[in-house]
């Protein structure tokens, strides 16, 4: 069993900053890919950042430019760097890790005020 805990949402002015952390525990021998998922009220959840294990990462072309994923595999650890942020940011976040199986986190709200 793997859990995730995700940590770093709040409410934050446009053009502000915020760094969403997500640590994952249980039984890993490997994770491949690890990243961030959000959904906005009344609308699907999309796929905001992903990166693997050896460091590629790929984003949605909404942040490009603005957020930065990064990941520490020795602890297990995906972080997401928002800068820039906008009202349409605001949504929550949930991270994932793929073990085998998706995994998820429960998500942490992301507010972003005019």
């Known amino acids: 069993q793997v859990q995730l805990v995700e940590s770093g949402g709040g409410l934050v002015q446009a053009g502000g900053s915020l760094r969403l952390s997500c640590a994952a525990s249980?039984?890993?021998?490997?994770?491949?890919?690890m990243g961030w998922y959000r959904q906005a009220p009344g609308k699907r959840r999309e796929l905001v950042a992903a990166?693997?294990?050896?460091?590629?990462?790929n984003y949605a072309d909404s942040v490009k430019g603005r957020f930065t994923i990064s990941r520490d595999n020795a602890k297990n650890t995906v972080y997401l760097q928002m800068n820039s942020l906008k009202p349409e940011d605001t949504a929550v976040y949930y991270c994932?890790?793929?073990?085998?199986?998706?995994?998820w986190g429960r998500g942490t709200q992301v507010t972003v005020s005019s």
């Open positions: 249980g039984t890993i021998f490997s994770i491949a890919f």
């Open positions: 990166i693997n294990s050896g460091g590629s990462t």
């Open positions: 994932y890790a793929d073990v085998t199986r998706i995994y």
